[in-house]
């Protein structure tokens, strides 16, 4: 078969190159010697080889799969295509060449592309695609007087743990913090608008309450009853 040689009534050959045709040649004999030959043609089809590219993202974010997948071209007139089966590793599964895909939560997963040829070939390959948690940002301040300092309280939560969150604060006043809990001083009276950024593995989310801080004035005045008169006034 396509040169090799086998001894038995059933064989499994490996059959070398593609979209061509070989030939099986079987040989019988009895036990006196007497032998008989057949020959059958045999046509091998290419087989597609599976590869895609993909990128991790930020949950919420599209995951392009991009598939290079390739087969070679037919031969006297062939046609070679082939179709995609994915599997996302979350029980999802798509059938375009190149899926646009949204994972619905955050995690590391198996993503399987089975690429099948018109004729039946196939082969498969995998990737791991992780998808980012974003934090959840939140916070809570107090309206404040004019050089007093405000105190904010950050009430960020993370799934993966605040130890890798990174923080950027806009007070609205031209001042700006990368601590977890920062403090500020309004010089001005008025009303601003503070804004939380947080980041984590390069995933943002940020938060702005809109006229939350009003900075006041302290106002000092008397009266006094007589307004004049001899001593001891009373």
């Known amino acids: 078969i396509g040169g090799q040689v086998a001894d038995s009534n059933k064989v499994d050959v490996i ?15 009895n036990t006196v010697g007497c032998t008989d030959t057949i020959t059958k043609p045999i046509q091998v089809f290419a087989q597609p080889t ?5 990128q991790n993202v930020c949950a919420g974010a599209p995951v392009q799969f991009t598939n290079s997948s390739s087969i070679a071209p037919g031969k006297n007139g062939r046609v070679n295509t082939f179709g995609s089966e994915w599997t996302f590793g ?4 798509g059938y375009s060449n190149n899926p646009l895909y949204y994972y619905p939560a955050g995690g590391s997963y198996k993503a399987v592309l089975k690429v099948i040829s018109n004729y039946g070939c196939t082969d498969t390959v995998s990737r791991m695609v992780s998808i980012f948690n974003k934090p959840v940002v939140n916070f809570t301040l107090n309206n ?3 050089g007093s300092n405000l105190q904010i309280a950050n009430n960020t939560t993370f799934a993966n743990g605040l130890a890798s969150v990174k923080y950027n ?9 990368t601590v977890t809990s920062p403090a500020n001083t309004y010089t001005v009276i008025g009303t601003y608008n503070v804004t939380l950024q947080a980041i984590a593995n390069g995933c943002t989310r940020s938060t702005t309450v ?3 801080i009003t900075v006041n004035a302290a ?7 007589p307004a004049s008169g001899c001593l001891p006034i009373t």
């Open 144 to 146: 404040t007087c004019k």
């Open 169 to 177: 604060w806009n007070f609205g006043d031209g001042n700006t913090s």
């Open 210 to 212: 809109n006229n939350m």
């Open 90 to 93: 979350n029980g999802d599964m």
């Open 15 to 29: 059959v070398q190159g593609s979209d061509t045709i070989i030939n099986a040649k079987l040989l019988v004999r």
């Open 50 to 54: 599976a590869n895609f590219a993909v």
């Open 219 to 225: 106002s000092s005045n008397f009266m006094f009853t």
